[in-house]
């Protein structure tokens, strides 16, 4: 049997507006939790904006995002995944009335991508609280956002609605377990976050994300509207029973997020899990019924896998394990020590699709690398990214092999399709893209943009539809 893609398959990229676009305080912007983040999820933010904060420029997007369009468009891409900057819309986040200047730089964006028959992905909210919440309000430990968030939402929902089809709630909802302040504005730091709090703030954000599914559905009922999970695979360490059933509760931290947004309610193994830790969920009158609108689909990013063991003395945790658990010994890992596991994706694909039935989307998958910028034969510049190539065909064969076994799935839009900071270093030198942008870590560089080797294998990907990976 050959593998193949379906037609229709959505093929492009993903990014996320703090990442790259820059104009931080332009145009009405408000401060976001992600301009007080210099380094990234390593040290505590910082009272106000500091110069060494590489996302208060990113690579300029907000000015130069026809040219990256139109480089996008070169490459085929049927769909473009972006998020819209909260504190663009509302700079405080907790405002009546939403800033035009913001609302229109959106509108621009979107018309830019349907000049080139791009689809638009948004993200509602992606690692950027306007920091205002994060301060006056503890940001999702407050019930008070869930009327803020929909507030948000049916804004861009009402403005948006002939222009996007596509939308995402919360960016990697479960990351607000290892990073809250990044991932759910909450400014409590996490040493002195207790589980009460952090699950009641997880709830507020069930809810929140619940109701953008029913007014979005009510606002436009073609709208496709999905939750976002990092997904990681979790491997016994062993075939010892024990380090079977650690995998199974540990699995079970992150199926939590995604149980919840597809089927509507809590999972008995999280209601044991509150039972053993004392926390008690407050519901407020209507929250189970809100639950029930669940989402169109299911997208997820995958980068790594891990392993789990119930021993003690094999508990060591991997460098780039950012979410837990023990390296896998038969797997080797990226720069970054992220371990390299393209089969993970086909098992991760058909463990969601046996679990929820739902169309599901990969919105994030790569390889952050260190590139370095030569002359080619033609004297210009690009990247010789044959690494690169060789992870994204890996995984792409193994979306195929998932395809092939049944699994309904929309499209695929790799990470960082043109080099942004990183969320987790803040750094540049860790590059996604297919365009390298000449920017660096000092502050240093022209900003130009350079096609790298894997920019024209993954056009030859889209015009084939993925035929050349089989080649």
Same mark, same amino acid.
């Given at each position: 049997? +050959? ?29 976001? #939790? ?27 997007? /907000? ?23 909260? +504190?663009?819309?509302? $700079? ?5 009335? $939403? ?10 964006? !979107? *018309? ?10 948004? #993200?509602? +909210? ?28 049916? #804004?861009?929902?009402?403005? /948006? ?8 709630? !919360? ?17 409590? $730091? ?104 669940? &989402?169109?689909?299911? +997208? !997820? ?68 690398? &260190?590139?370095?910028?030569? #002359? ?17 065909? *890996? ?40 365009? /390298? ?35």
């Amino acid at each position: 049997m +050959s593998l193949q893609f379906p037609e229709g398959f959505l093929w492009g990229g993903a990014v996320a507006a703090n990442q790259l676009e820059g104009a931080y305080q332009e145009d009405g912007k408000g401060w976001s #939790t992600q301009d007080v983040m210099p380094h990234g999820v390593k040290t505590p933010p910082t009272e106000v904006p500091t110069e060494d904060n590489m996302k208060l420029i990113g690579i300029d997007f /907000y000015h130069r995002y026809k040219e990256d369009i139109k480089l996008f468009a070169e490459m085929g891409f049927k769909v473009f995944r972006t998020s819209i900057a909260w +504190s663009r819309i509302f $700079p405080k986040g907790d405002e009546l009335e $939403p800033n035009e200047q913001g609302l229109q730089f959106y509108d621009d964006l !979107f *018309d830019e991508c349907h000049k080139y028959g791009i689809e638009p992905l948004v #993200t509602i +909210s992606h690692y950027e609280t306007p920091l205002h919440l994060a301060r006056a309000y503890d940001g999702w430990v407050n019930r008070k956002l869930v009327d803020f968030y929909a507030r948000y939402a049916r #804004t861009i929902f009402t403005r /948006y609605k002939d222009k996007v089809k596509y939308w995402l709630t !919360f960016n990697e909802i479960n990351s607000i377990l290892e990073f809250p302040f990044m991932s759910g504005g909450i400014n409590t $730091p996490k040493e002195k976050l207790g589980k009460q709090e952090l699950y009641q703030a997880i709830h507020h954000e069930f809810v929140a994300s619940a109701l953008a599914v029913k007014i979005g559905h009510e606002i436009n009922p073609d709208f496709q509207i999905g939750c976002m999970v990092l997904s990681m695979p979790i491997y016994p360490l062993t075939p010892h029973p024990d380090d079977v059933i650690k995998t199974m509760e540990s699995d079970h931290k992150n199926t939590f997020f995604a149980d919840v947004h597809a089927r509507g309610y809590y999972p008995g193994y999280m209601k044991r899990f509150f039972k053993e830790n004392g926390i008690h969920i407050h519901f407020e009158p209507g929250d189970e019924a809100i639950l029930k609108h669940t &989402v169109d689909f299911i +997208s !997820f990013s995958y980068y790594m896998s891990i392993c789990e063991t119930a021993d003690p003395d094999k508990q060591i945790r991997g460098e780039g394990n950012l979410l837990g658990g023990v390296p896998n010994p038969y797997l080797e890992a990226s720069d970054w020590g992220w371990q390299i596991d393209p089969k993970g994706l086909r098992y991760i694909m058909n463990a969601f699709n046996d679990r929820y039935q739902k169309p599901l989307f990969v919105v994030e998958n790569g390889l952050g690398a &260190v590139d370095r910028l030569v #002359t080619d034969e033609n004297g210009g510049k690009t990247v010789e990214d044959g690494y690169r190539i060789q992870y994204l065909r *890996d995984h792409l064969v193994q979306v195929a092999e998932a395809i092939a076994d049944g699994v309904e799935v929309l499209g695929y839009t790799s990470w960082g399709c043109i080099d942004l900071v990183s969320a987790s270093s803040a750094e540049l030198k860790k590059r996604y893209g297919f365009i /390298y942008v000449d920017r660096h870590d000092d502050g240093s560089g022209t900003l130009e943009r350079y096609r790298k080797k894997s920019f024209h294998w993954y056009k030859e990907v889209i015009a084939t539809n993925g035929h050349s990976l089989f080649k």
